[in-house]
């Protein structure tokens, strides 16, 4: 099963991969890639969130950083390390390939930068449901990008994506569950 999954994981990061690659969508698809990293999106919106909402938005900012904070734990000290998958440019299999992305250091699975995204996005569309017209697009093209840029397999980003979902949910349940209720907007 393992090898169906992976010849199919295989095939289609070729095709994204031989998707055209113009230098102007290269360089937009490693800025939004940036906005990834090292949480600076979620950061950011995180902080502009706590300046502008009072209470309601102190309890959003605790919130996006438990996702942030949730990622670096569950994968980069977690996963990545058990499973230990080399990234596409280290695979010996796609020599032919072109990447470029390729400084990273670290293992492929799961995407951080995809798990910390829709983390943060179902927590941020879930508290002001009229930004999720903006953080979920955010979300994908962070994932998008991951693939597109040759630093990580299709399933490295949909499974990050997919516990991103889980663990943002989780801190709304908790959230929800355990902590006083915010007056009602």
Not at 42 to 63: D, P
Request: charged share 10%.
């Amino acid at each position: 099963m393992f090898h169906i999954i992976q010849t199919i994981d295989y095939a289609l990061f070729a095709y994204i991969n031989h998707l055209p690659h113009p230098m102007w969508l290269v360089t937009t698809a490693r800025f939004i890639t940036n906005l990834g990293t090292l949480g600076v999106l979620w950061w950011s919106l995180a902080l502009g969130i706590l300046f502008a909402n009072g209470a309601r938005g102190m309890r959003t900012f605790w919130l996006i950083i438990s996702g942030l904070l949730t990622e670096v734990v569950v994968n980069g000290g977690i996963i990545k390390h058990l499973v230990m998958r080399p990234r596409p440019y280290s695979t010996p299999d796609l020599y032919y390939l072109t990447f470029w992305d390729t400084g990273w250091k670290d293992t492929a699975f799961m995407s951080g930068h995809s798990m910390t995204a829709f983390a943060c996005a179902v927590i941020i569309a879930t508290m002001y449901p009229k930004t999720r017209l903006a953080v979920y697009p955010a979300a994908v093209l962070i994932a998008f990008s991951r693939v597109y840029l040759g630093s990580h397999f299709p399933t490295d980003v949909i499974s990050g994506s997919i516990i991103g979902v889980v663990i943002g949910l989780v801190i709304l349940h908790i959230n929800k569950k355990y902590l006083p209720q915010l007056p009602k907007k």
